[in-house]
């Protein structure tokens, strides 16, 4: 990812706190023919290594699973992003262009083998995607052979993360006038994710 100096963002925790927030990615590898993606739902293991590990499952009707093991591949996880006019800089010699925060992660694919595993981690991601709903569901309340049916039917696997790359692009390459000037106008828009690049640009000033 093009990441200029000024929107690089290299702390891990930051990085990580984002990966958790917006945990909806695009798996990216390569057979002997193309370039295959898969939208996937992620969780994150900070612990696991130097940069944390990603583990996630996709449909074994899915083929990208078939020639993937032990390929580097890449998860782009994609957050609030945003329209800026040139018309909120009150000034000449500008043009348009786009506020957004993005995070790439590269690293080795490696399936999760076995039904025991398979399920662990099918039920750790339930609960947690479920974590917020006040009546959660619970996998454990099905019946143990659909389950077993179930597992069968997804290739689970982990990405072994050997390095990130976090783009806050956020306008901190204008001067804190014009930036304040900005954060007036996404404000004033009715979209969520307008407010939200307002409210890390904000951080991003406080910082």
């Given amino acids: ?12 925790s930051v990085i990580h706190a ?36 990603l583990v996630s499952h996709m449909a074994k009707a899915n083929s990208q699973w078939e020639a993937i093991e032990g390929q580097e591949v890449m998860a782009v996880f994609q957050g609030p992003h945003a329209y800026i006019s040139p018309s909120w800089y009150e000034s000449t010699g500008v043009v348009p262009t786009w506020n957004y925060v993005a995070v790439h992660v590269y690293g080795t694919y490696r399936s999760i083998n076995g039904m025991k595993e398979t399920l662990e981690l099918l039920k750790e991601m339930t609960d947690t995607y479920e974590a917020s709903s ?32 976090g783009k806050w692009k956020l306008s ?17 828009r009715s979209d969520a994710s307008s407010h939200e690049i307002a409210r890390l640009m904000r951080e991003k000033e406080m910082s």
């Fill in 18 to 53: 984002f990966i958790r927030e917006y945990s909806f990615g695009l798996l990216v590898s390569q057979n002997s023919k193309t370039l295959l993606g898969t939208h996937l739902p992620f969780l994150l293991k900070e612990k696991n290594g130097t940069h944390g590990e």
């Fill in 134 to 165: 006040p009546s959660p569901w619970k996998m454990e309340s099905q019946a143990a052979d659909f389950l077993g049916k179930m597992s069968q039917g997804v290739s689970a696997f982990k990405i072994e993360v050997s390095r990130l790359e």
């Fill in 172 to 188: 901190q390459n204008h001067p804190k006038e014009r930036r304040e000037k900005v954060i007036r106008g996404l404000e004033k």
């Fill in 1 to 12: 990812m093009y990441v200029p100096g000024a929107f690089d963002e290299k702390d891990l």
